[in-house]
């Protein structure tokens, strides 16, 4: 929910009161000169998400989708400077394969959705086909660095899970002596000693 309000909410939310006031045309920000606004506010809304993360002790997989998140949209930015790159088709992709990772090759029946995505951007003339493939491909190396991370880094603060300690059959087992008890003294226990008139 945190990533969800930090990565969706609050940009979408930045987004439409921008259009609000008349800073720019439409929710899908189609004027690449109108794009730098919202994406370093997507930025800074991410950047805090990630900080919280961290302050939490997330889960090391969710820290690298943001991760992940955040270098798509550093790399969004430096494109858009000069280019009007498709983010819609650049989310689509990312989407498709971090659910194929985490609930298997059922996930692939969406792999026509972001067809579509591509397919409506280009008939919707908001991008060129290659604009569209392009897209589609930064948001498959992204989510597919993001896995990589995942699978190998922790966040700030966490450490990774503990090894594995089963005991390897060609090593020699290590001998641990227990020291005894200590000998009580009762009663029952005592040398008892024969007296002699």
Request: proline share 8%; aromatic share 4%.
């Amino acid at each position: 929910m945190l990533v969800a309000l930090f990565c969706g909410g609050i940009p979408i939310a930045v987004i439409m009161l921008g259009v609000k006031r008349g800073h720019w045309i439409d929710n899908h920000v189609r004027v690449r000169e109108q794009r730098a606004m919202p994406l370093m506010a997507t930025m800074a809304s991410v950047m805090t998400g990630t900080s919280l993360l961290v302050v939490l002790g997330a889960p090391h997989e969710v820290f690298a989708l943001v991760v992940a998140m955040l270098v798509g949209l550093v790399i969004a930015m430096a494109v858009t400077v000069w280019w009007k790159v498709s983010i819609h088709t650049a989310v689509a992709p990312g989407v498709v394969i971090v659910l194929f990772v985490a609930y298997g090759t059922l996930m692939a029946l969406l792999v026509p959705g972001v067809a579509a995505v591509g397919w409506s951007r280009v008939v919707l003339h908001d991008h060129t086909i290659t604009r569209t493939v392009a897209g589609g491909l930064l948001g498959g190396v992204v989510a597919t660095s993001r896995e990589s991370v995942a699978a190998t880094a922790d966040p700030p603060g966490r450490t990774s899970p503990p090894r594995d300690r089963t005991p390897n059959p060609t090593q020699r087992p290590q001998l641990r002596l227990q020291p005894s008890p200590p000998y009580q003294d009762n009663d029952n226990c005592r040398l008892r000693t024969r007296t002699t008139a």
